[in-house]
Each structure stands twice: as C-alpha cells, then as structure tokens.
C-alpha cells in the first residue's frame, strides 16, 4: 500500500529525474552546436579524404586493443570465475574443478562465489556462512534411519 508520504516522495523524485533530464539534454545540445557543428562544417573537409581515413583506422585499432586488454584484465583478475573449468556431480549436485579436483558449492558458484565444500563420511558442506548447503552423499543413510530398518 502506498502512503501519502510515499506518493509525494515518487512524484518528487520523477520530478527530480525530469529536471536532471532536462538540464543534462539542454547541456550536450549546447555542446553539440558549439563543438561538433563547426568541426563537421569547417575542419573535417579540410582534411584529405586519406589522412581521414587514416584517422579512422587508427582509432578503431586503438578502441579493439583497449576493449581487448580490458577482457584480458578482467579475465585475470580473481573475481572471474569461468563455470566452464566445473564439472556439476548430477547425483549430489556439487561441483568439481576439472583441472584441480577440487569440491566447491554450486549455490555458491552460481552466485560467482567460489567456496570449498568440508567433506566427511555424510556428504559435502559448504564453509560459507549464509549458504552452509549440505549435498549429501546418495548412499549414506543416517543413523535414525539405519536403527528402524534393524528393528
Ligand atoms: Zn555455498
């Protein structure tokens, strides 16, 4: 339910967002018209078609290697996480790293978070607090369960 005060607070903020819109929009016109009209008019057809084309080259050259060294960047650094290199188990549900073997939490990697899972004889346990996801083994039944079939 939408109070009063919630009301004048949204109608406030759309306001705020159409003068913001406004100013920006009245602002780059003015760019616009005071920086790019004259250099299209004036400068650009003075340069010989070549050098221009040259120019054109080059920036673009210049944007893919920038775009690429960011992709390598960011490849690198340690908040990516290729879900490719993990192997999901399809009876327990947690993964493993294909190269390493090791066993993490798929909630988690979902989530682009890499945490290691505890193993005992029950099943794996993520160590992260706020997930804690148990994957239990398929095979293990617990001691409850294996005293009532004895009985
Ligand atoms: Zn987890």
Redesign the pocket.
């Known amino acids: 339910m939408i109070t009063i005060k919630g009301q004048t607070r949204i109608t406030l903020l759309t306001l705020l967002i159409g003068v913001i819109g406004g100013v920006v929009s009245y602002l780059f016109q003015m760019l616009y018209t005071a920086i790019v009209v004259p250099v299209v008019q004036k400068i650009l057809p003075s340069i010989p078609q070549e050098s221009l084309l040259a120019i054109c080259i080059i920036l673009c050259l210049l944007l893919l290697i920038s775009l690429s060294a960011l992709y390598i960047f960011w490849k690198k650094s340690k908040t990516y996480i290729d879900l490719f290199e993990y192997i999901r188990d399809p009876l327990v549900g947690v993964s493993q790293h294909k190269a390493t073997g090791e066993y993490f939490?798929?909630?988690?990697l979902i989530n682009r978070?890499l945490?290691p899972?505890r193993e005992d004889e029950t099943g794996w346990y993520?160590l992260?607090k706020g997930?804690?996801?148990k994957y239990p083994k398929p095979k293990y039944k617990s001691s409850k369960v294996a005293s009532k079939f004895k009985e």
Do not use: L, W
């Open positions: 939490c798929t909630s988690c978070i945490s899972v993520c992260r997930c804690e996801q």
